[in-house]
């Protein structure tokens, strides 16, 4: 997470970054922060099926399945 901190400054644009950040924050179990990250890029970004399909992954984690499964209706 450090590396991807030093890269966001460099980059701030890039919502690589902060999608990387998140998937690192979810597979550590942090899902909130992974969530609010990934959230925050959906507006920067063309394809969201995959943020989405993430957010979704993440709400599973919380077992909170009926944001999960809103998640994974959407377009």
């Known amino acids: 997470l450090e590396l991807l901190d030093k890269v966001a400054n460099l980059q701030p644009y890039d919502s690589e970054v902060p999608y990387m950040r998140a998937n690192v924050w979810t597979l550590q179990g942090n899902y909130e922060e992974a969530i609010e990250e990934y959230k925050s890029i ?3 970004i063309d394809e969201r099926d995959q ?4 957010i979704a992954f993440a709400y ?4 909170r399945y009926d944001m999960a499964i809103d998640y994974y209706k959407r377009p």
């Open 51 to 54: 943020v989405y399909h993430q």
């Open 60 to 63: 599973q984690g919380m077992e």
């Open 42 to 44: 959906l507006t920067s």
